[in-house]
């Protein structure tokens, strides 16, 4: 059997084991400032790879176009059947909606209420997913110099994504609303209690302290309450599929199923809330905070 | 030369680890390609290059990554150290030896992942050696693994380390 020789000289060794320590000194000792220092020195290095990224991204984007559009036709004319019928229902219900659209816009002049502030939206696309199994992350393709900062919300008209954690200059990483370690305000549509999501390990997410009295129930939708984050309010979540009520708990929670499915999404929105603080003024990590 | 095929590697690994592997992930984990990367890097070219290329592959990993950058950095950093040291004391290489010592870098540096990230309440030790540190060594030691056998049986390794080390 072949085998290879794998010596070294020691003196690298020395200087190696003075590095590592003092680095890993550095690192539990100033991990916050280290951090902030080493994502701004990276802004520039994050363009610059983004370029190998996008262009695999639009390869491998081509050659799913091209196997979804032709190759994988099958269950096509099933499929069109039933969205023909979904189309029908959906239609009655539209106008049923612009009917009470319409009695609200009344009813809302005639309250003189202020209407909310809508922020203005930039789409971007998904170049890639994070690159460590700890987090439930995508990559999209702008970055700080699209205005995008840490903390922005992230939608797709179908409903919540998830939020910016990080930015480079050509690239964000978006921890997602199925992520156990993020968390939004949301809130009942029909009962307007409020609570937090999170995600959970099982790629769902959980609305917790929801009120004890609360009639909450499955099949009840779930939406942004605009109270903290980079989110408006009214913005859907995911709909109730199970209330957890535990003797002798303070709160109940519910389990629930995200509106939008975040393994297909390839473009999203972002909302460009202001009042939101730019990476060099955050004191903290976007995201992977340290233990105390 | 070598910096600028190390920094080509990592500018490769980058697209080939966010784009191209959730395509063939297990139960949601895919293999690491930069800890194997750092691995190779510090078996055979000692501490100081292990640990250059550890800092440099959890800087740029973490820079597409939700974690935190400097946790990628020490983690991929400690293992690069160590994997130069295993390099000095483990004479003779085997794809067995590599397989078994890539094994045991993916377990330590998911550890130290582990315990140095805040997780979610959910996601306890216990979770997170089920669901990502163990599928992940094993995933690890076998693309690790491939990656060896292929250089050992079709390339002449001995020329190629000799080449890396000049």
Redo the contacts between chains.
Sequence with gaps: ?????????YN??R???A??VV??LG?FLL?TQ??SV??EV?SP??W??SW??R???GI?GGTAGFWNSYVALQGAQEENVELRKELEQLKGQNGQLREAAAATERLTALLEFKGQEMFPMVAAQV?????????R?I?LNKGESDGFRPDMGVVTPAGVVGRI??T?AA?S?V?LVT???NAIAGLVQRTRDEGII?G??SGMARLKYIPLLSTARPGDRVVTSGLVGGFPRGLSIGTITRIDKSEGALFQSAELTPEVDAGLVEEVLVIQSPNLQTESERSG???????P | MKTLVIAGLIAGLIPIQSVLLPHVAVWGVTPDLGLIVVCLAGFFGGELEGLLVGLAVGWIMGLFSAADLTVGMSTKGIVGYLAGVAGRHVVYMTPVVLILGLLAASCVSSLLNALMLTLNEQQNVWWALKTVILPQAVFDGVVGGAFYWLAWSRLNIERLVSEYRT
């Design positions: 059997m072949r085998m290879v020789n794998f010596r070294t000289p690298a060794g200087l190696a084991l590095l590592a680095l890993l690192f991990p280290l951090q080493f994502q990276g290095i994050g610059v790879v190998p990224l262009a695999v991204s491998q170049i890639g997913r994070d690159t460590g199994n700890w987090y992350a990559i954690v990080k480079t690239t990483v921890l992520d156990p370690n999170e959970t390990t990590t976007p995201k992977g905070k340290r233990k």
